[in-house]
């Protein structure tokens, strides 16, 4: 894929409850890695993090898609934290 071919817009879902910031960190490093997937067109499929977080994408006809997700059990965790975190 030519740099005038790849996709100009970036779609960032968050279908985590991680603060959106958390979920762009997470998309960056993915971003870094570059195209890694369908001959070099598209970002890596899936990419799974120590943290539990994993990032899948998606290529479509005008933008490149990630979508931020985590465990259920990591899910459960994170709530308590960023709740004591917005309390305090």
């Known amino acids: 894929?030519?740099?005038e071919q790849e996709p100009k817009?970036?779609?960032i879902d968050n279908q985590?409850?991680?603060p959106m910031i958390n979920a762009i960190e997470y998309a960056t490093q993915?971003?870094?890695m570059g195209r890694?997937?369908?001959n070099n067109q598209q970002y890596c499929y899936a990419t799974k993090f120590e943290t539990g977080i994993t990032v899948y994408s998606k290529l479509?006809?005008?933008s490149d898609v990630l979508i931020v997700r985590m465990s259920e059990d990591q899910q459960d965790k994170e709530?308590?934290?960023w709740m004591n975190i917005t309390e305090s």
């Open 1 to 3: 894929m030519s740099k």
């Open 9 to 11: 817009r970036l779609i």
């Open 16 to 18: 985590s409850n991680m």
């Open 30 to 32: 993915v971003i870094g």
């Open 36 to 38: 890694l997937s369908n």
């Open 60 to 62: 479509n006809k005008g």
């Open 79 to 81: 709530d308590v934290e």
